[in-house]
């Protein structure tokens, strides 16, 4: 299934049974008959739909959903290699450590959000019928060096723009992750019809505000005393890019 398709159900039965995996990211088939109280055959018959639909997948004894984003790219600079790929499940735990560590000191206080909203729904990836959420990683040997979210809403009136945020960890940097994470992003966005993305920064994020600058982003507003940090009052520079 796409991340820009919108699901549809043939019945209530499978719409909370796709709507329970989608909430808690990852589920065993016992896990998840038992939560919703079906009788065997009825769970088994309305799991296969779900499955064959596209909608969900079985790995390892365990239910999650299927969204196809994108394939495993391999970049190789000066003696370092790196892959980029979609997040996965087990990633959760790598991806909440590194978001948290590149926005400690507020200085990415949009990031420093979604690592608390991974947190609370206990999920990397979401799709429903009101939002869609999908990470891109960059791994080193396994552990993640950075991210690409795109955070797509399901809405009619809102489907032309996305939020995007991108970070590399710290000793990463200078090898340009962050430029590929960022052409990944966008370039998934542009192939699913998107028309503009958007991203938040403070304003003492002189290194985020030039690296999005150099990428071809601009400017689009400033709201004057946005962000209390460390006591002090920061703007919020909101920045946009036009996907052509």
């Not at 040997?141 to 797509?152: A, F, P, T």
């Not at 542009?190 to 958007?198: C, I, S, T, V």
């Not at 990428?215 to 689009?220: F, L, S």
Request: aromatic share 8%.
């Amino acid at each position: 299934m796409d991340a820009i398709e919108r699901p549809t159900f043939e019945s209530d039965t499978a719409s909370e049974l796709y709507q329970y995996v989608e909430r808690h990211g990852t589920a065993t088939r016992e896990r998840v008959r038992e939560a919703i109280r079906l009788p065997p055959a009825e769970f088994d018959e309305t799991l296969d739909q779900l499955l064959s639909k596209g909608y969900l997948q079985e790995q390892g004894g365990k239910l999650s959903l299927a969204l196809d984003i994108g394939a495993v790219e391999s970049h190789t600079t000066g003696t370092e290699t790196y892959v980029i790929r979609p997040s996965r499940p087990a990633d959760f735990d790598g991806l909440v450590d590194l978001i948290r560590d590149v926005s400690a000191g507020g200085t990415y206080v949009i990031a420093e959000s979604i690592a608390e909203q991974l947190l609370y729904e206990d999920a990397i990836t979401r799709h429903n019928t009101v939002e869609s959420r999908v990470f891109f990683v960059a791994t080193k040997d396994e552990e993640i060096v950075g991210w690409c979210h795109l955070d797509l809403p399901q809405v009619e009136t809102q489907r032309g723009t996305a939020q995007l945020t991108v970070g590399v960890a710290h000793d990463a940097r200078g090898q340009g992750i962050g430029s590929q994470l960022l052409e990944r992003g966008t370039d998934w966005a542009r192939a699913n019809g998107y028309r503009k993305l958007y991203n938040s920064v403070p304003l003492r994020s002189e290194r985020a505000l030039a690296f999005l600058d150099d990428h071809g982003w601009h400017t689009e507003g400033i709201r004057k005393d946005h962000y209390t940090i460390d006591g002090d009052l920061v703007d919020e520079v909101m920045m946009a890019y036009t996907i052509e």
